[in-house]
């Protein structure tokens, strides 16, 4: 979570580069922001910005910020990241000899990448196939030839690279499905309910600002959130919210959740 200093350098942040997009009339972008950043630079956020946020996947938890200048639509904009024409580049990362090799995992991608110098806002995030033989990893355009020059092992695996379109990843999160019955669609009872939390311990991770619905963090206990909303939890993880199953006859509600692996 960014502190008073950060969260202000933050705003200054995106109100420069909001100027610098209308003023200049050319495209402007933050580095890849956490949960966290996104939040606050939302709010840092004017109703004339044209600020849009993407991390090369529409499910991208880490994403960039970009700010539109009067001539660019937003469509335009997603279409050449996820095409692999924009500032936003995917690197395919690729285990020489999968069968032999012991699987890579997301920490031992980001510590290689972090190894060769790269800053953690230059990388978004990091998706692996099932059987830990080939990673995809989300980084600003400026620095994936250099990964793919520099890069040749990953934990213990030789790897080789390559840069793919955004589009091309075939890695997505495996989703748990779990139902389970609540007093009532309040954001403090799912939480408690998916992490097998007390109904106190998810209030109090509520109240140190934790808790992130649709990429903002969340402030209310009693939030109800709707169908289809992404719930971040740090350090427990996250799930969707996919919505009521039935009431039962003394009013408690079963609900449905897919919680990411």
């Not at 610098?20 to 939302?42: D, I, K, V």
């Not at 996820?82 to 999968?98: D, M, T």
Request: glycine share 10%; hydrophobic share 40%.
């Amino acid at each position: 979570m960014p502190g008073k200093e950060e969260g202000q350098l933050l705003a200054g942040r995106v109100r420069d580069l909001a100027r610098r997009a209308m003023q200049n009339e050319y495209l402007t972008h933050t580095g890849f922001l956490s949960l966290s950043e996104q939040s606050r630079a939302a709010e840092a956020l004017e109703p004339a910005d044209r600020g849009v946020f993407c991390g090369g996947l529409p499910e991208a938890d880490r994403r960039v910020l970009f700010f539109l200048p009067p001539w660019m639509e937003e469509e335009t904009l997603l279409r050449q990241e996820e095409s692999g024409e924009g500032e936003i580049a995917c690197v395919k990362i690729l285990v020489r000899g999968a069968r032999f090799t012991k699987e890579i995992g997301h920490r031992d991608c980001l510590g290689a990448l972090m190894h060769l110098g790269i800053g953690r806002d230059q990388v978004g995030d990091i998706l692996l196939e099932k059987d830990g033989s080939c990673a995809y990893a989300f980084v600003l355009a400026g620095i994936a030839g250099h990964i793919c020059r520099e890069l040749v092992t990953v934990g213990r695996a030789h790897v080789d690279t390559q840069i793919v379109p955004p589009s091309v990843c075939t890695a997505r999160p495996v989703l748990e499905p779990r139902s389970g019955s609540i007093a009532s669609v309040r954001i403090d009872n799912l939480i408690a309910m998916v992490f097998h939390l007390s109904r106190s311990a998810a209030q109090q991770l509520i109240e140190r600002e934790e808790v992130f619905a649709d990429g903002r963090i969340v402030t209310a206990v009693s939030r109800a959130p709707h169908s289809g909303s992404r719930i971040s939890v740090r350090g427990y993880g996250k799930f969707i919210y996919e919505g009521e199953e039935k009431t039962t006859k003394k009013g408690r509600i079963f609900v449905k959740t897919s919680v990411y692996r």
